[in-house]
């Protein structure tokens, strides 16, 4: 197996710069990503690996023909890790980057408008995926995707749910030709009770975590609405209401297990 010792290689500071740097993740269209769990689902999906870096000692998985496997000591991996312990073993591969379709092919979407926290982020994914929607929906201003940080939380919906990045406009636009309506969770005063909407099919909108839902969005929707809580708490996080959002999406439409 081929080795590389030095911090200083070209590869490792690519790495390193691919990891801290979303724009050139997306003109190299490459991802990082960490540890056996996550590539243990980048192998189960099909993921595309071009490399994999190991640590001595650490058990190591058949990787397709072709994937270029290095051993790396574990303080190299350490310093060209996005954590502070690193499980030993990291990779790169291209971005499961998909264009925004004209016609959506499902009837339940979760649409995340300026959701800025990748934790949050790859959570929703992580979420929808689990409850059964067709994809996950990033309108501007949303964290990157293929941060390593939202990619450890979608712990590996981002090989398995769809995600796709639009503006509003063509968003809009598909929901109209595939007849699913678009609602947002909002604190208005005429907000209609999650579980009294129809979410099968629907689009639902979750807002930023200090703002809410963009009023430029808002206009757009056809219904708000609001997650019964009691009445001395304010609100959730974007991604417990999202949870809620989708647990009650995938209620209405059946399939969950023990549903």
Request: charged letters at 20%; aromatic letters at 6%; proline letters at 8%.
């Amino acid at each position: 197996m081929e080795q590389i010792t030095s911090r200083a290689n070209p590869l490792m500071t690519h790495v390193r710069k691919l990891i801290r740097d979303r724009k050139l993740r997306r003109s190299e269209n490459q991802m990082v990503g960490e540890g056996p769990k996550m590539l243990e689902e980048a192998l189960r999906w099909g993921a595309k690996l071009e490399t994999v870096f190991w640590a001595p000692g650490i058990e190591r998985m058949e990787c397709p023909e072709g994937v270029r496997q290095i051993e790396i000591p574990k303080s190299l991996l350490r310093d060209i890790s996005s954590t502070q312990t690193p499980q030993g073993v990291l990779f790169l591969c291209a971005l499961p980057t998909q264009p925004f379709p004209e016609a959506l092919p499902g009837s339940r979407y979760l649409v995340l408008d300026g959701l800025q926290d990748p934790g949050n982020v790859g959570t929703l994914w992580r979420t929808a995926d689990a409850f059964g929607a067709d994809g996950l929906i990033l309108l501007p201003g949303c964290a990157d995707p293929w941060n390593p940080k939202t990619l450890r939380a979608s712990m590996g919906a981002c090989f398995r749910l769809p995600l796709w990045e639009t503006e509003l406009e063509p968003l809009t636009g598909a929901l109209a030709r595939a007849r699913i309506p678009l609602y947002a969770t909002a604190l208005e005063a005429d907000a209609a009770e999650i579980q009294s909407c129809p979410l099968c099919p629907a689009a639902v909108v979750i807002g930023s975590e200090g703002q809410g839902v963009s009023r430029k969005v808002l206009v757009q929707c056809e219904e708000t609405l609001r997650i019964p809580m009691r009445a001395r708490c304010e609100s959730l996080n974007a991604a417990a209401a999202g949870a809620v959002v989708l647990w009650e999406m995938g209620r209405q439409g059946g399939g969950l297990t023990g549903g």
